[in-house]
């Protein structure tokens, strides 16, 4: 069979509903990572829903237990083929968030999966039981195609709780970092720049969250008799932050900042363009770092935003001077930033500017910032498949906007990583109405299909390219 004829299968595996079919049985698994209802459903999920379609593509399957006391199941799955010239490592995750069932519209709900025009409905559809569905059909359709053979080992590790922070995967990962063994890593999470754009990213901003804090004494006092004399917390918070990130959302502190925006990124994020969809908000154009285009803004640069910020009793005021404030922060940020010293200058520039009444510390776990380069032989290799398999460019991220574990892998596994995400911006992930477009999906199916089939003709020999001639293998 030749490469045409395994992606009108792929197609073909959505025109006669068995795409819909499998998605629909997933979908209907409330695997709420979030609830104690949902719990012992993840189990159920991967042991019934994901396990039986592995072992009928011939990999051996094994769950395992979290490493981390209270965090969810894993699924290590392998397939190993006599002579493989190469491994690649896989991932997805079972979890989702919160149904909000009440809150759906028209009469659909989160786990029934719903048709309307080209968006598919339900929880899941788009994060993330959408993207591994195609993932696994595009691999059996690719199998079946080349008689059971691709010429590499494929593992899979599947995860049930990404929604709450993926507790444990950097600790499995370390454990089983043998069994993890590959030479490239592929899946598919988050959305494409535009729904009829097929992207790459090829890894994420980190996000570090910190909070501020003025105490100046217990309670509040009247402003008549005080006014003038005390002075105000929320006011002392509010030029603290003004001093960190201006009125026009440019950060002010250049220890939090990248040293520069390197110059095949910027090739990279030349031909894209963010916003502009029906459900999208107005870009502000004159908001954050000047001299940088929008798309440089969220994919190449550093940002600062308040998430949160309280002072005396919001919800019934009074005429009172508060003594105490907080707010809530967080820094996305790309690789090339000193994000492990991020406290040490904030607490640095605070003090220089009068502020040592302000107190700083992190707010929960920061995941780190992860970039493969751009002109890596994979990302050659895998643009030129997705254009071979749609017939149009695909576009280049050199690392999504969000935050994704991919740091786990990229760093902690030392895998170049590639993520071919098949969902859209407007997808209503993590709210009410989530969907899947299918017609995404189906070009989805075809592209991955087209992945997995120029893995067996040319992984070995990009693979290749990659490994340092022995002249240029580091000393023991």
């Known amino acids: 069979m030749r490469r045409e004829h395994v992606l009108a299968s792929a ?11 499998a998605l629909a049985r997933r979908v209907a698994v409330p695997t709420e990572s979030q609830t104690a209802e949902g719990q012992p459903l993840l189990q159920t999920y991967l042991a019934e829903h994901i396990v039986p379609e592995l072992q009928a ?42 149904g909000q069932a009440a809150q759906w519209r ?13 968006r598919w409905y339900g929880r899941g559809s788009a994060d993330n039981k959408g993207q591994h569905t195609i993932n696994l059909a595009a691999l059996a359709q690719v199998l079946e195609a080349r008689g059971g053979r691709l010429g590499y080992d494929v593992t899979l590790l599947m995860e049930s709780g990404e929604e709450v922070g993926s507790p444990g995967l950097r600790e499995f990962c370390e454990l ?30 980190g996000f570090f969250n910190f909070r501020l804090d003025v105490r100046l004494r217990p309670g509040g ?23 960190l990130v201006d009125g026009r959302g440019r ?39 000047p001299g940088l285009t929008p798309t440089e803004r969220v994919y190449g640069w550093n940002t600062l935003e308040v998430l949160a910020f309280k002072t005396g009793n919001p919800d019934a005021p009074v005429g009172a001077i508060p003594g105490e404030a907080f707010a809530l922060c967080q820094i996305r940020f790309v690789v090339g930033t000193d994000s492990a010293r991020f406290i040490e200058h904030l607490r640095a520039h605070l003090d220089a500017h009068g502020f040592d009444d302000v107190q700083v510390q992190p707010d929960g776990e920061a995941m780190a910032a992860t970039r493969l380069d751009p002109d890596d032989p994979w990302v050659h290799w895998a643009l030129a498949s997705i254009e071979r398999s749609t017939g ?22 030392g895998l170049p990583t590639l993520w071919v995400p098949h969902s859209y911006p407007a997808c209503s992930q993590h709210a009410p109405d989530e ?35 022995p002249s240029e293998a580091p000393a023991p």
Do not use: K
């Open 176 to 205: 089983h970092r043998e069994a993890l063994a590959a030479d490239l890593f592929i899946a598919s999470d988050g959305p494409r720049v535009a729904a009829s754009r097929p992207t790459v990213f090829l890894g994420s901003r």
């Open 392 to 413: 149009r460019a695909p576009a280049l991220l050199p690392n999504f906007g969000g935050s994704l574990p991919n740091d786990v892998f990229a760093e902690g596994l």
């Open 57 to 98: 593509l011939g990999f051996a399957c094994r769950m395992l237990d979290n490493p981390v006391a209270g965090g969810g199941p894993f699924l290590l799955a392998t397939r190993r083929e006599p002579g493989a010239g190469f491994g690649v490592l896989s991932y997805g995750h079972a979890d989702v968030v919160r």
């Open 435 to 469: 969907h899947l477009l299918g017609s995404v999906a189906r070009e989805g199916l075809q592209i991955m299909a087209g992945l997995f089939w120029d893995l067996a003709e040319q992984g070995a020999e990009v693979v290749a390219r990659r490994r340092p001639l």
């Open 221 to 243: 006092h009247h402003s008549g008799n005080w006014g003038g004399l005390l002075r105000n917390a929320g006011t002392r918070l509010a030029h603290a932050l003004a001093s």
């Open 11 to 21: 197609a073909a595996h959505y025109d006669q509903g068995r795409f819909f079919q």
């Open 106 to 118: 028209q009469g659909r709900g989160p786990w029934q999966l719903h048709i309307d025009g080209d």
């Open 251 to 289: 950060v002010q502190v250049r220890g939090l900042l990248p040293d520069a925006l390197p110059a095949n990124v910027r090739r990279a994020l030349a031909a894209i363009e963010v916003g502009g969809g029906p459900a999208d908000p107005a870009i502000d154009p004159d908001w954050g770092e």
